[in-house]
């Protein structure tokens, strides 16, 4: 005999279609503008080396020992500093480190969905939140999107007539795919609806330091009077993901279950790379990073930009983002990027269609383009031969 | 208003108990029988400083980037080597790199379990299974246990009359928590039951090679034909908990599935992490490194078995085991060691009570007792201890 029969939950999941695009596009001859990935030439590599140098010249068990589910004291001592920084004042108690903020994800699913409750969703978001919600049986409504995010009367309308909505997905600021921000006088008006309800909102915050604008978007925990906001910061963007940390805030109620959900995912997270990375916020060092890789990624965004203007024909439209990783691409409504993708990968450039972004897969016309990761004159290189591909199929 | 209602996986379900216990006991005065840690003393402390300077000095942005969620391929390229040591010939391709083997547990119910299908595990077990399984709505059956392990025959039985077992769930050797090894010949006759079914074989492997005895146990796995058995190994307890990685073994239909719920829980483990441990399996540390830690094992072992013989009362029994980390001891049938543990912790002695290993949560009177943590003039004190607790509440 054999293998028994998969958990429902596996029906129709296939792999990640951005990890599939990162094997892809691990060909050294491709120019990838399909993945998140933060550029390699942004990882503080000096400061890093001479944390590991100290922490390995005084390497103590306790450091290679099992920690503790809630994470490594030292590290959530300073995530409390840093989010005092962002107007949000809390306690250690109040901070869970997870296995980059992906698991926040998995595990904030796992506390509060049974198959069948609904999550209200940015359209388009971020894939891998949908797919990791459809693993626990959620369903998904699309809140619908103006220029300043999320409609506050519009998301008010579903809480009201929908049942079983237990959260609200939202990345405010940059957003993975769409590069788009959420308004401050917005986020007030989405937190006035927030509190009306038995729901959790989940400001998913991970690009929230890349920005490249003097307009300010204070976190919408800031605004969380009710402990209904659970805000999922990472490391991964600003200092490196090599660590695989990211951290959870949130009140009691939703934390509880979260660190229940960690003991049975994976224990704890590894104490040593939290060591890590609470030394580098301790020295201080990521105020005056951010405004280094911020310099470089803003730079990289401004010659997108300017290719995209120089290159693309009539027709094609895109987002400008004031911070984050993308942009967000659309073609005439006929056209797919689906279809387009292998002949993209043809010319050796790639991108992320952006179906795989909407809860129901649509629309087709539309693609995700990341500027961090690629060198600058591959951003030109790959644009050109994007539009190249473009104007061949309109 | 405020936070919704939990998913209907969290009814009931409470912080690890071990988890709970890890806190109360570090608290430096108490004497604790009651984690699962490998002793602070047992890392290689400077073959790990070695490879971390090494790793340090030739630091990579490919080393502190995402990475593929199947693992980072050195390390891969280890475990194939080291599971041919074992006479267990796979391929890269069969190789899962996880966080902890714990996250292993949680892959594996994520892939096959809906809500009512069933696991057949030992009785006792490791409790983090059980509540691993529990959050994806597992139920139980308890296979009946001799002293050579779970009877082939009742198996066979069990698997033939019941429905939807998809899982069945071992640790044939040096078990948590009873500390009971499979014999060689009941591994065959349970093999030869599981090919008649369709169902996975997990074999938990962590203490395997934690082995204080000439004998020679051959893992499941070497004894696989056909693909359906999953093993998982891990890294904690031979060389350090602290980068949080295991490993799970397993043919193509399980494995596939397992990569795709990795990628919704953590998107793949540090790569910085995997290459210190590719780094001391590359160098051939392990096998002296073992020699080593399993000399002072067996001698704490030894110490404590001497220890229970001089100092428990008439009526108490506990398990020799061969290997691993753990003593299972009974207390006569009337007595409840979880009523004894506030008493226990009085003296400041702590261990884990039994009903916890038991998916039923029966009996009452056994309790787990570790002794790779403590220092050997600990572990006499504490089982002086504990033989006092004892005696007062006979």
């Known amino acids: 005999m054999g293998i028994p029969s998969y958990a429902d939950r596996m029906a129709g999941v296939s792999g990640s279609a951005v990890r599939e695009i990162l094997k892809l596009t691990q060909q050294p001859d491709i120019i990838s503008f399909g993945g ?3 550029s390699a030439d942004s990882f503080p590599m000096e400061d890093l080396k001479s944390i590991l140098k100290e922490l390995t010249d005084n390497l103590t068990p306790g450091l290679l020992q099992y920690g503790e589910t809630e ?95 237990k959260l609200i997905y939202m990345i405010p600021s940059f957003q993975n795919p769409s590069g788009r921000t959420v308004s401050t006088e917005r986020r007030q008006a989405i937190m006035e609806v927030v509190r009306k309800y038995d729901v959790v909102l ?19 925990k800031s605004m969380d009077t009710t402990g209904q906001v ?30 229940i959900g960690k003991q049975t995912c994976d224990l704890n997270c590894s104490v040593f790379s939290q060591a890590v990375l609470a030394e580098f916020l301790k020295r201080g060092l990521l105020p005056d990073h951010l405004k280094k890789i911020n310099a470089e990624y803003k730079a990289k965004r401004d010659l997108m930009l300017k290719t995209l203007e120089e290159t693309m024909p009539e027709g094609i439209t895109w987002t400008h983002p004031e911070g984050g990783l ?29 179906d795989s972004f909407y809860a129901a897969g649509e629309p087709h016309n539309a693609m995700r383009i990341n500027f961090s990761n690629a060198t600058p004159d591959k951003i030109v290189l790959g644009v050109e031969k994007l539009a190249e591909v473009i104007k061949e199929n309109m």
Chains 1, 2 share one sequence.
């Open 230 to 259: 659970l805000y999922f910061g990472s490391f991964s963007k600003v200092i490196t993901p090599g660590f695989r940390l990211g951290y959870s805030i949130a009140s009691e109620p939703i934390l509880s279950r979260m660190i």
């Open 71 to 165: 994470g490594y004291r030292p590290l959530r001592e300073e995530v409390v500093k840093l989010m005092a920084t962002k107007g949000v004042n809390v306690a250690v108690d109040d901070v869970l480190i997870t296995s980059g903020s992906q698991q926040g994800l998995d595990l904030v699913a796992k506390s509060f969905i049974n198959p069948g409750d609904k999550i209200i969703v940015e359209s388009p978001t971020y894939l891998a939140a949908l797919q990791t919600f459809r693993m626990y049986g959620a369903e998904f409504i699309e809140a619908p999107v103006d220029a300043d995010g999320v409609m506050a009367e519009e998301l008010d309308k579903i809480l009201a007539s929908e049942e079983n909505v």
């Open 202 to 220: 989940i400001e998913d915050a991970p690009y929230e330091d890349l920005k490249y604008t003097d307009a300010v978007y204070p976190c919408m």
């Open 36 to 38: 998140g990935l933060p």
């Open 326 to 354: 993308f942009l967000w691409l659309e073609l005439p409504a006929h056209m797919s990027t689906n279809d387009l993708f292998l002949k993209a990968v043809e010319k050796k450039v790639a991108y992320v269609a952006g």
